[in-house]
């Protein structure tokens, strides 16, 4: 018979990071406490208790009153993945806008659900155009979802949710909406703006460690669910199946919820209402401020334009000649500083310097400027200028 003999293995330690990259953001100290707390029973009366101050805790995060409000159990992807299996079926028309990356996925999730998608397509460093968004519903009168991405993490962008769910509204159609990015670092007012499918992440502006996925639903995406015609394709997703977990008088079992993950979003949630919303979007608006004028001090220029900026991602264009990944490499290797590069056509074009939740620090902000300077300065002794 054969047996494998045990590996060399030690207790992993890892290093001491800035992390200033797309995520994660830094945990605060409070949140990985918390998350160090005894494991209890997820079926026991403390935990669904916590359970039901999670769901109102991210009520005030999301801005709604909606009932069904919890974070799924699965990073930011799975959220996303619970909304478009949730939502479309086979055969469905679904408007897809793809501005970055993330509109991609969204793309990709309605092919695989079966849904026919419609996509309306901006520049990476655009937001999605309301007026492309009309048009392509006024052509296309059989659709019945729109799908966009608030905050466009590839890019820094940030799109008009109201004005893009007021256009799919008046065409009858159903949003999905990502905020993975823009939760808790800028506003997201679900029930103000009238969105319908939303789903985010805890490792960004909430500060919490990866691996769990908010979502929040109103009774225009319920109405949609409750009149599907076939079974859901998920059955860890399906929302008919998860909600008497999360949101039903008795808790059945579904699943066994990541209860030391969920202590944690708990805590980072409650020092959301300690700060205040208002406040923590002020704050991460201030540290975006005060970047953006010391690269522009530098000579370097964003990516996006003003009126369209994320104040929590900030995309820098990479100076010609200077080698991108050699200046975070660099950043990593001297002050532990963690910087983003560029995704899909960005690569190797932007930096993207991420100020989110705890990361989101006036020292940070002098920390990532003064590593810059030097790190520029030295790539660039030997461009020809
Ligand atoms: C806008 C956006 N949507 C979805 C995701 C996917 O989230 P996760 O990596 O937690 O699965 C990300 C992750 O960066 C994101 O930025």
Redesign the pocket.
């Known amino acids: 018979m054969t047996r494998y003999m045990p590996p060399q293995a030690v207790s992993f330690e890892p290093p001491r990071r800035v992390l200033m990259g797309?995520?994660p953001s830094d945990v605060h100290p409070r949140v990985l406490a918390a998350m160090a707390r005894p494991t209890i029973g997820h079926l026991d009366p403390e935990f669904v208790r916590m359970m039901d101050d999670v769901k109102e805790l991210l009520r005030y995060a999301f801005q709604t009153a909606n009932q069904v409000t919890f974070p799924v159990s699965?990073?930011?992807?799975?959220?996303?993945e619970t909304c478009f299996v949730n939502l479309v079926e086979p055969g469905d028309k679904v408007l897809v806008c793809r501005n970055?990356?993330?509109g991609g996925?969204m793309l990709e999730n309605v092919k695989r659900c079966g849904g026919v998608p419609v996509v309306v397509d901006d520049d990476w460093g655009a937001p999605v155009s309301p007026q492309k968004v009309n048009a392509a519903l006024d052509a296309e009168p059989d659709v019945g979802i729109v799908a966009f991405?608030?905050?466009?993490?590839?890019t820094g962008v940030r799109s008009d949710a109201k004005a893009l769910a007021a256009i799919a509204h008046a065409h009858d159609c159903v949003t999905i909406v990502?905020?993975?990015?823009?939760l808790g670092g800028c506003p997201v007012l679900v029930d103000e703006w009238e969105l319908d499918a939303v789903?985010s992440?805890?490792?960004?502006c909430l500060s919490c460690t990866?691996?769990l996925?908010p979502v929040t639903f109103g009774e225009r995406a319920l109405a949609k669910v409750s009149a599907r015609r076939t079974p859901c394709q998920s059955w860890f997703m399906d929302l008919s199946l998860v909600l008497p977990y999360w949101d039903g008088g008795t808790r059945t079992y579904h699943h066994t919820a990541p209860i030391n993950p969920l202590y944690g979003l708990h805590e980072a949630l409650v020092m959301l209402t300690e700060e205040g919303l208002e406040v923590a979007w002020a704050r991460h608006a201030a540290n975006h401020a005060a970047l953006v004028a010391g690269v522009e001090a530098m000579g370097l220029s964003m990516l996006v334009d003003e009126a369209h900026r994320l104040p929590q991602l900030n995309t820098v264009r990479v100076p010609n000649g200077v080698d991108d990944a050699w200046v975070r490499r660099e950043a990593l290797a001297r002050h532990g500083l963690e910087l983003g590069g560029g995704l899909g056509v960005l690569t190797g074009k932007a930096w993207r310097i991420v100020l989110m939740g705890t990361s989101s620090t006036p020292a940070n902000v002098t920390l990532c400027l003064e590593t810059l300077e030097t790190l520029l300065a030295e790539a660039q002794k030997d461009v020809p200028q």
């Open positions: 797309p995520g699965g990073p930011g992807s799975v959220g996303m970055g990356a993330f996925r991405v608030h905050g466009e993490t590839s990502d905020t993975v990015t823009s789903y992440g805890s490792q960004k990866p691996g996925s």
